[in-house]
Each structure stands twice: as C-alpha cells, then as structure tokens.
C-alpha cells in the first residue's frame, strides 16, 4: 500500500510527488497521458513561488540565472507596474520557464526522489474506508486493477473525477470571452524593439503584451523569435467573421481574421518552423471557479482542481502542492497535530480566493468600452503611488496572505512567506537561507548567537533541523519555518517557541517517527 496515491502527473502532482519523496513517503502518480504534453501552455511563474522553486534548487534546473531578483517592471491589467519603486519590498520574482520545460524538470526530479510515476493510467473510481481509499485504474490495454493508498490527491485539472466522486461543489462564474493562442513563424511585417514593444506595418509601435483596443487585447510575445506566439481576446460571445465553434478545430485563418477585428490589421500568419512545437489554440469562455472545499476525509485536491480562472494558477497550484505535503507526511508519521490536515484548505482556500479575485478585476480592466476605459484611467493615477503598487505587486506574487500562525499578536514576518537571508553559519560559511530549505523539513534558525532557541527545539530534533547562525539584516532573534516557507513563529520568547513547535509540528520526542523503508536511501527522512 502507498502512503500517497496522486491523479494527475501535471505540475501540480509532479511537485506533490517531489515534496513528499523528500519527506520519505511512498507516492505513486497516475497520469491519464502516455507521454508527456508537449502542447504550448503556460510560459512562465511569477512571485514568490519562484522562491519556492528556489528553496528546493530547482530554480537554476528551470532555466533560471544565479539566484532570484525582483524584476524591475510589470505589467497589471496591460498597465506598467514599476516595481522598481519597492526596494527591497519587491515580491516581484520571474521565471520565464515553458510549462512543458517545467514538467520535465519535476518529472526528473520525482523519478531522482523515488516517486513511481504510471503513464497511461486513468483513474475510473476509488473507494474509501476508515484508514485507506482504494483507487480503480484502467490501463492502455483497457484492463483494471486496483491500488490502495492512506491518502489520495486528485491533481486532475479542472474537470477533475476526484473532485467530483467526493461531492465536492465547484462554484463560481463563466464569461463570454473567446481567447485565441498561436506559435508563428518570423514575419517581415513585424519588428520587435526594446522596452517590451513591437513594430507592425499598417499598425505603428504598440506594447506586445496587452494591447487594448475598442475590439480586444492583443499581444505578440517572442519567447522564441523564430515562433512568437500571438494571443487574442475578444469580449464576444459570438465574434464576428468566422467562427466555427468551440467544438471545430483551430485554423491560422481564424487567427487571422480575429487579430484583423481586434487591431485593424491583416498579417499574414504562417506556422512555426518544421520540428518547432506547434500551437493553435481556441478557448471559448473564461471560467473563474474554486471548490467548496479542499478535503473531503482522506482525499484531498489541488492545483486547477481546486481552483481554475484566467490567471496565476500555476503558480498556485505549486505552492499548494507544498503547503499540503508536509502535512500529509506528518498525518503519515504520526505526529501530525489535531486540525494540521484541515489546516491546508483553510490556508489555501483564502490565497485561491486572492487569486480569482485579482484574475477577474484584470480581466475586468482589459474589457472594451468606454467607463472602462475611464477606469483604467483612474487605476492609471493611483498606481502613481507606492503604497497601490505594494498592493498590487504582492496581490500578484501571491504574497499578500498571510496565514494565521495560532498567535494573538505574532510578531514580523510570522505567518509570512519567509524573507531571503545572507546568513553565515557557526561553521563560519556564507549560506543563502533558501540552501537550508533544500531538503523541505522544518526549520529553526538560532540568530542571537546563543543556544536557547536550539535547546528549546532538542525535543523535536526528530523533525526540526536547527540550525545556529549570523545575519547583516536579521528580521528576528530567531525563526521557525515550516517546510512550504512559511515562518510558524518568530522571536526570542522560549514559551512562544515551545508553543509553536507543538501546535505544528506535534508533541517532542514521545512519539518516535516511523521507521522508513523506501527504496531511495538518499532520500533524507524526517
């Protein structure tokens, strides 16, 4: 039996599997596709899930340069956002990875970890009882087996069978936009210049990403130069010209014909270069819905099945894969706290709230008319000031929640994702903060120079890693960091510590952790 059984070898199940692989827990994924998608989605993650990704090396491993640093500039709505005005407050981290890049980069590491991933396995139902749910698998060749699981995920996108076996409700709402997407070959007719901006004959110099009109927004972006990839959207249920539906496949003269209706412009489209990845796309209708509930006893959701909407949801969904693992690693080793396992939806439920919220009011400022555009106007002025673009940036980056740590008055950064260290050990070595979040355990740094924080924890040294150092710019005497990078408690107080360790991370050293007996013995235990 599996300690974990995960429906969907997306991102979101990759990443799940990766987290609890480290935590040395038994996890099959079951992926419906026989090979990877190599389809065009999205095309990069933005804020501090591009730290996450950092904390467990893999940033470099996606593409990324040295470490992390907060882009200067942005975009809201398709209005410049000069982050540059925050500081060192910017939350603003890119990291312009294609999706199926990432896939591959965590498929990697699953497989490095020991995770068992299964291509070509639908999940047909599952059943559960008081301590396992038995999950029905159909294989390529049409024949079913069962497997047993203590817990199961469903990673299954939007339309997700687990989500809806477990009675789980998905409310929310659908517009009546109709996005088009499409990877080109180089034209002559445009001509792409500094400053995020573009030059199309017949047109003039436009931004290429969010050019609104009276008819749409459209953007020209040139991931790659030798295959831009154009998108359009039109604020029609029924665009004019021609469209088949949502059922009929793509074409390149429908894409045509719609960047004609949003800019005014013909361009003739012609498709990538032979052997280049390929991408037409329709999505008819935007939907903006979140699941009632994240748990339902001993199945959880995750990623696009528990929340969908036209924005950052893979960036959600990564760190919701973080949030719940080490979680369901403790409800596995038997330590986990009462309320730990309930405490993932409420966590996650608020930040996929925040998320839709800000996906729909873009998608709301980016609409044709005129009070829209009066709108944006007033939008326009008021990120004149820092105080708006702090908000706006940490909405953004997913860095505006922040989790209620059990404190009445926590002190800075409690319940926010933890702020990047210099630190220098008592080994004397320089060490970035994110190299000793490698290995997803708890975490307790000791800044005061002295040994109480570290004694206080000695009855957790089981689960918590200790660790004693030195920083230029410490934010606290110390700091106790939960494995998805969130800091559970922070301070001098030996009470206040004591507190936090048992209501995380369970009682001390009277419940001895599980022995393990999985079969990548480099894969650190705790």
Not at 327 to 348: C, F, I, N, Q
Request: glycine share 10%; net charge negative; proline share 8%.
């Amino acid at each position: 039996m599996f300690d974990v059984v995960i429906v969907g070898g997306g991102p979101a199940g990759l990443f799940l599997a990766c987290e609890l692989r480290l935590a040395g827990i038994e996890t099959l994924v079951l992926e419906r596709r026989t090979e990877p998608d190599l389809t065009d989605k999205a095309h990069g993650l933005t804020g501090q899930v591009v730290r996450l990704l950092d904390n467990r090396g893999l940033f470099e491993r996606c593409g990324g340069q040295g470490t992390p640093e907060p882009a200067p500039g942005f975009f809201y709505a398709g209005m410049p956002l000069p982050l540059h005005v925050l500081g060192k407050e910017n939350p603003m981290y890119l990291l312009p990875v294609n999706q199926r890049d990432l896939e591959r980069v965590l498929s990697e590491r699953a497989a490095e970890l020991g995770a068992e991933i299964r291509r070509g396995r639908d999940v047909v139902s599952f059943r559960r009882s008081d301590d396992r749910v038995d999950v029905v698998v159909r294989g390529a060749d049409g024949a079913e087996t069962t497997c047993a699981a203590r817990y199961l995920v469903g990673c299954d996108g939007g339309n997700s069978l687990v989500r809806k076996q477990s009675g789980i409700g998905f409310p929310g709402t659908t517009d009546h936009v109709v996005d088009r997407s499409a990877l080109i070959g180089p034209s002559e007719q445009v001509r792409f210049v500094p400053g995020g901006r573009v030059v199309i004959e017949g047109l003039g110099e436009i931004p290429a990403m969010f050019h609104r009109t009276g008819k749409g927004v459209f953007s020209l972006l040139a991931h790659d130069p030798q295959r831009p990839l154009v998108n359009t959207a039109e604020w029609e249920e029924h665009p004019a010209g021609d469209f088949p539906g949502p059922g009929a496949p793509m074409t390149l003269a429908e894409m045509a014909d719609s960047i004609e209706r949003v800019i005014g412009v013909r361009l003739p489209l012609t498709p990538p270069p032979e052997g280049a990845p390929t991408l037409l796309r329709r999505l008819c209708h935007r939907n903006s819905r979140q699941a009632d509930r994240y748990r339902d006893g001993r199945v959880f959701l995750a990623g696009d099945a528990a929340h969908v909407s036209h924005g950052p949801t893979l960036n959600a969904a990564l760190q919701d894969a973080a949030n719940l693992a080490w979680k369901l690693a403790a409800a596995v080793r038997g330590w986990a706290p009462e309320g730990l396992l309930d405490s993932y939806g409420t966590e996650r439920r608020a930040s996929g709230e925040r998320v839709l919220r800000h996906t729909q009011a873009a998608s709301a400022l980016l609409a044709p008319g005129a009070d829209v555009t009066a709108l944006r106007g007033l939008f326009a002025e008021l990120l004149d000031r820092t105080e708006n673009v702090r908000t706006v940036a940490a909405t953004m980056a997913g860095a505006d929640v922040r989790y209620d740590m059990g404190e009445e008055h926590p002190a800075a950064p409690t319940g926010w994702f933890v702020p990047p260290l210099d630190l220098t050990t008592d080994d004397g070595h320089p060490r970035r903060l994110a190299e000793l979040l490698r290995d997803a355990r708890p975490l307790l740094v000791d800044l005061t120079g002295g040994s109480e924080p570290s004694a206080v924890a000695e009855p957790w040294s089981d689960r918590v890693r200790r660790v004693s150092a030195t920083a230029d710019e410490a934010p606290a005497p110390a700091l106790l960091i939960r494995p998805d990078g969130y800091v559970a408690w922070a301070g001098a107080d030996p009470d206040g510590l004591k507190a936090a360790l048992v209501r995380w991370f369970g009682p001390g050293a009277e419940i001895p952790p599980r022995p393990w007996t999985g079969r990548a013995s480099s894969v650190p235990v705790w």
